[in-house]
Structure formats: structure tokens, C-alpha cells
């Protein structure tokens, strides 16, 4: 779904004369930044998000067009969602605008992300166009084993030995034949 780029076009107008401003899309919306760190945005729904600080919260709850932010269905301390009835003239607009400004301009400015400079995945290694494959030498064969193949010899089974007992000697008779 697409923004509401009448809405977009009047925050970029408001913002105008703010240094340190930038505009970035997330979530399925836009958002603006002051040094890094979010202040206003658009939903993909066409509400306006603005970043008013946990101070600030309960007071903006009670302006016209504002509710909680509960991205995720999780209510975010600090930031609303305003409709349009909350933004309708410019001089509203310029008031959230102004609230959000305040509380981000106290915020730590963020770090740039660094750029990667290693590849996530190791690119594959293309071959060249022009020239051919060159063609390996045949491996030879080795013929093939007859068709017979000759059972496993067998190992001998081991001799049971009986158990020793002081008196008693093993019988002559008491050997098993081998088998052929």
C-alpha cells in the first residue's frame, strides 16, 4: 500500500528548515530522522507517527486524532499515531512536527552504520565465454571383474576353552571334528 504522499509533501514542507533532517522508508511507510533517530513518520495506513517522548505521552494522548502507538501489538511509551483529524491545517501539523523536534533534538545522535565490506555469500566464479573447454583425456577402464565372484573365506570359529578346574584334565574324546 502506498503512503499518503499529500500528507508526505506537507512534512517535507514543515521540515524544510530543519538541518539534520532525513527521510527514509521503513515498516511500509516513511519516516524522518533528526541526526539518526526518528521523529515523525507515516504509516502505510496514512496515519501520521510522531515521537513525542515518555514526558510529553499522556499529554498527547489527550490532543485530538491521537492514540497510542501499539506497533506490534505492543504500546510504545513515548511515541503516537494521529489521524487526520489531528493533522488537518498546517498550524496542527506544525505543532506535532515541533513536539517531536524537541524531544528527538535531546536524543544522542546516532553512529552511520558501518558499510560491509565483506560479501555475505562468496560469489561464484564465472568461466570464460570465449574459449572453449578444454577437453580432458579419456580415463582408461578397467575391465570388468567376471561375473563370478567368489565367496568370502570364512573365519574359523574360535575354540571354546572349558573351564579350568585343578583335578580334571580335558578328555581326549571331548575334541569336535573339523568340518570340511
Do not use: C
Amino acid at each position: 500500500m502506498a503512503i499518503d504522499e499529500v500528507l508526505a509533501s506537507r512534512i517535507r514542507s514543515v521540515l524544510s528548515s530543519t538541518g539534520g533532517i532525513t527521510e527514509k522508508s521503513m515498516f511500509g511507510g516513511v519516516a524522518w530522522m533528526l541526526n539518526g533517530n526518528m521523529a515523525l513518520g507515516i504509516t502505510s495506513k496514512g496515519d501520521l507517527m510522531a515521537r513525542v517522548g515518555p514526558d510529553a505521552h499522556q499529554w498527547a494522548l489527550g490532543q485530538p486524532g491521537a492514540r497510542p502507538m501499539d506497533f506490534a501489538g505492543r504500546p510504545m511509551v513515548g511515541m503516537v499515531f494521529v489521524d487526520g483529524t489531528g493533522h488537518a491545517t498546517e498550524d496542527d501539523l506544525a505543532r506535532w512536527a515541533g513536539l517531536a523536534l524537541t524531544y528527538v533534538s535531546t536524543l544522542p545522535r546516532k553512529a552511520d552504520k558501518p558499510v560491509r565490506s565483506v560479501p555475505l555469500a562468496k560469489p561464484v566464479a564465472k568461466k570464460p565465454a570465449s574459449k572453449p573447454a578444454a577437453k580432458k583425456p579419456a580415463a582408461k577402464k578397467k575391465p570388468a571383474a567376471s561375473a563370478k565372484k567368489k565367496p568370502a573365506a570364512k573365519k574359523p570359529a574360535a575354540k571354546k576353552k572349558p573351564a579350568a578346574s585343578a583335578n580334571k584334565k580335558p578328555a581326549a574324546s571331548a575334541k569336535k571334528p573339523k568340518r570340511r
